[in-house]
């Protein structure tokens, strides 16, 4: 019998790389435009390329791109940049089709809904509150909270004790195969790849259910738990 779901938050429920994409190239010109001059098509493979450097989360790429690029930091270009990221990222920032029929439909049939996150506590709740779904998820925890990341059992371990569910009760959706589907896995947790989300080219993702479309898994709860 399920009782819970876990989900993964970036390129799971939401577009995470088509936003970031997106204010990346809004920041850029931007930039330009309040002086920067560079080559916009090369800056966004600069900045793509500091951003897996440094993590997808680093608050300090554009100054480290002009520092990379111009050998200083200029606080006009600078604040053109995040301002532009910033409208852009709310502009885009949006939740894969179906995402909220999903949440619904999965309340109404008595289901706990969690998240597990890598990211930084404040940028997870600042998604969830951009999307409006701050109120769906119980518990929320990111990095900040268990101080591991995916694939750790740890953040899983945790999730389950705070839902008071066994492994076996619960269910994890993620779209990164080494980490969402690896972690929950170990612990005896099914699992679901969200290949809708998928940046990696996955073939095999090891998961008991692989997902074209969020509200595959209504149909999995119901299987399940022979609704």
Do not use: C
């Not at 949440?103 to 409006?132: F, T």
């Not at 989300?197 to 095999?204: E, L, N, R």
Request: glycine share 6%; aromatic share 10%.
């Amino acid at each position: 019998m399920i009782k819970a779901i876990i989900f993964d938050l970036d390129n799971t429920l939401l577009d995470f790389i088509k936003m970031k994409r997106f204010a990346v190239k809004a920041a850029i010109t931007a930039m330009n435009e309040a002086g920067l001059n560079v080559d916009e098509e090369k800056a966004y493979q600069d900045i793509l390329d500091l951003y897996v450097e440094k993590g997808w989360e680093n608050q300090q790429v554009f100054d480290d791109y002009l520092n990379q690029t111009v050998g200083e930091v200029s606080n006009k270009i600078l604040a053109a940049g995040i301002v532009a990221y910033r409208r852009a990222r709310e502009a885009t920032l949006l939740v894969y089709p179906n995402v909220n029929k999903t949440l619904i439909q999965l309340i109404k049939m008595g289901i706990n809904l969690a998240v597990v996150s890598d990211a930084p506590s404040r940028e997870a709740w600042m998604r969830l509150y951009y999307l409006n779904l701050h109120h769906v998820f119980d518990p929320v925890l990111t990095f900040d909270d268990t101080g591991v990341r995916k694939p750790s059992s740890k953040p899983f371990q945790m999730a389950l004790e705070y839902l008071k569910v066994k492994p076996d009760e619960a269910l994890m959706i993620g779209d990164w195969p080494e980490r969402d589907v690896a972690g929950a896995s170990q612990i005896g947790m099914k699992t679901i790849f969200a290949r809708y989300g998928d940046t990696f080219g996955t073939v095999d993702s090891g998961a008991n259910y692989d997902i074209n479309d969020i509200y595959e898994v209504v149909g999995i709860i119901k299987e399940l738990n022979d609704v």
